[in-house]
């Protein structure tokens, strides 16, 4: 019996070294094959009906998300292909992802004259105020470029980038061809040798970026043409960094700035237009940051009637902070591209070890400050000639859409004791940020957001950690009225497991019915390149954003598994 | 060098042309009036709820389309998904079908997967963007499915006892051109002029409790996916006869302004070939 079975674990070991040897042959750098890496992620969830927390029936009962990218590599070559599988896709996400197939392909040469790409393409010019697609698994966000990329460096320091091509589409692509050409020009590097070498890194550039779409509309003239164009400045010096980029689109009509009076659709034919500076300064033990941004029009689509995350050309950059803890995420913020005017400051300082303040291992601080707001439209009368519809000045700003005022504090108390302070106060305009109409009938949401994270390290790579967080708010609206009281508690015995427990707990839902506890037990295997995480319990319903972008989730109850793995 | 700079700048050239400064944005009424004999009505679904505050003006899009194409636009107002559930205390009538909640599930168009409001134009994709559009599409999408080529022919006919409320109808069909696809034929009952509770972002507070609502759905005569019309090889000048009979309409219809909308479909690409609409009495 014992021969058997060490037999057969003999054989498995065997096969398991036989393959992890044939992958790591594949996996090195190796002249003469190249090298291939990958990862996969695989989530799945079974879903159970809970009519209380608004949990719908999911017909399938279970649904799942996969993807597996393979890349592979050879000297100046490289390619690429990412396989994706919905079955059906999982609530909360854009039902058009539904079955499966490749969805991104590309090769890609690259040598000193030239670099030339064919397939899917991410790439972006400037801040991506023009121009940037991008991937992100988590959103199922994905609006790569299908077509043809080539960059050039004529002189040192200087960059030609060209691409034209149209936009992935969920399974296909969508209807406008995108055409885009940046330059860059780092001028400490073109003057090289003539300059010294404490002149500052001035970086400057220009883009242009252009759709077509055909106009079939019986009642308007459409621009088939919709160009864009802007110019940027990147100076950098030492821990001093300034960036600022303008930008300018021409007229645009699009669903994002149409409206309908009596069923009779109006879009606006105004130019668009979006200005970005960001300046941060920082020394040792200290940092600044101030951004600010006016952007208005600008939702930018290969698809004039494309909606939610569809089909967006540019990307516009984020002026608030994104938390990671749920309470100060709880109501996110989401760029808003038909006009907003954001600003955030930020201030990190890091108090000496050995001081009062700073203790045995110093202690950090972060203070951060963002609003949002919108722009104040001004009516202009002509819905029967230019059509322009509206117009807005610099200097003038509308209502307040989003703010947060938060105070951070980390601080390791001993070896074995760290701990992390937040609190923050936050204003959430719910029917704009949200519903996108000023009358959507929610109350705004101002609230008082502590978190208190303590980790306990007992042994070298064993620790527990204590998460409780609150959510102080009078919300009257449903769904997640009220405030919210979160407990969480994780063990982590080794570096390969862990297990936690959360309860998030809407104590003062101004309906008894609604006051829920959503208990939601984790645990998680990780080992090498591979991550196993299996969640029973309720999800609430919510929000969920990454870089301004954002969808809203179905509240949930049902047992998830996650894996993810990479070569 | 200097070569590839001036290449450079004769792409950066070629770019600058492309974009098209529109000092003219309404286009002039055409006077093209269609002579043809043979017309292809145009089936037109607004997907909508009465908790969507959205919805409304796309509502008004679909009635516009309706009446600026003189006949040959057909609406069907769809409540169904999310927005379209009750909401007590003020949105407590239902007007979803299961009819509705099959041709807007996973199974079938999605639509309230995607998102209200939505809809569909003959249930087929227009210039690329995807079969379900946002309402700023229908104009686009309805004056090229008005130019689609017709295929065939429908002509409903009907007997209505209003004591007994039974409803007995005949649908004819007549191709005129051969069809390599099987052609379903799909029959259902509409209202028009539903007085009752819906949300309209535009107006403060949000509840119009007296919202008109036009083209309802009501039921489904033949089931969600209907019946077989023809199947292929469909020859020019074939010709089929349906009948459904004992019907029952529901007490709580309005039966002065309900109306029956046949449409035919490919059973394969699920577009809409014809559709016809005829009032119950």
Known sequence: MFLKTFKSSLKATFLVLGLSLSFSVLAQENPDYGSIHGNYQIDAQYYKPDSLIGAPVVPEKMLSNAYGIINYSRGKFSAGVRYEAYNNVMQGFDTRYKGQGITNRFARYQDKLLDITIGNIYDQFGSGLLFRTYYEPGLLYDNSLDGVRVISNPYKGLTFKGLVGKQRSFFTVGPGIVRGFDGEMNLKEMLDSAVSSDFPTIILGGSFVSKYQPDQDPNFNLPENVGSYGGRLNIIKGGFNFFAEYVYKENDPSANNSSVVNGKTYYSYKFGDGIFVSTSYAIQGLSFLLQVKRIDNMSYRSDRDATLQNLMINYLPATTKQHTYLMPAFFPYATQPAGEFGTMGEIQYKIKKGTLLGGKYGTEITLNYSQANGLKQIHVDDSTTTMTLYKTNYGEIGNLYYHDAFIEINKKFTKQWKGTFMYANQFYNRNIVQFGSPNAGYANILSNIVVLDLTYKYKSNSSIRLETQGFFSDNPSNPNAGSWLTGMLEWSPSTHWFVAILDQYNYSNPSDALQFHYYLGTAGYTSGPHRITLSVGKQRAGIFCVGGVCRNVPASNGVAISITSSF | ?281
Not at chain 2, 43 to 54: A, K, P, R, V
Not at chain 2, 102 to 125: A, C, E, L
């Open chain 2, 1 to 281: 060098m200097k070569i590839k700079l001036v290449t450079g700048l004769f792409i950066l050239g070629v770019f600058m042309t492309a974009c098209d400064k529109i000092s003219n944005p309404i286009q002039n009424a055409s006077n093209s009036v269609d002579t043809a004999t043979y017309v292809r009505k145009v089936l037109l679904e607004d997907y909508t709820g009465h908790f969507c505050g959205n919805c409304p003006p796309a509502a008004e899009v679909a009635s516009q389309l309706v009446e600026s194409n003189h006949g040959k636009v057909i609406a069907i107002a769809v409540h169904a998904g999310f927005y379209a559930k009750l909401y007590p205390p003020d949105y407590v009538t239902s007007f979803t079908t299961a009819v509705g909640n099959d041709w807007d599930g996973t199974q079938g168009f999605n639509v309230s997967g995607i998102g209200n409001p939505n809809g569909m134009v003959n249930r087929k994709s227009y210039g690329g963007s995807g079969v379900v559009q946002k309402e700023t599409k229908w104009p686009t999408s309805v004056s090229l499915a008005l130019q689609d080529q017709y295929v065939l022919g429908l002509t409903i006919s009907k007997t209505y006892n209003a004591s007994s409320r039974i409803l007995n109808s005949t649908v004819k069909a007549k191709f005129k051109i051969a069809y390599s696809n099987n052609v379903k034929l799909n029959l259902v009952l509409v209202e028009d002029s539903i007085i009752s509770e819906q949300k309209d972002y535009r107006k403060n507070p949000d509840l119009v409790t007296n919202y008109l609502f036009m083209h309802l759905l009501r039921a489904g005569i033949n089931g969600s996916w209907g019946s077989t019309l023809k199947d292929a090889p469909i020859a020019a000048k074939d010709s089929v006869s349906l009948d459904f009979n004992n019907f029952a309409v529901d007490s709580k219809f309005n039966d002065n302004h309900l109306y029956l909308v046949a449409f035919a479909y490919d059973a394969s690409t699920k577009e809409i070939l014809q559709a016809e609409k005829l009032k119950i009495r």
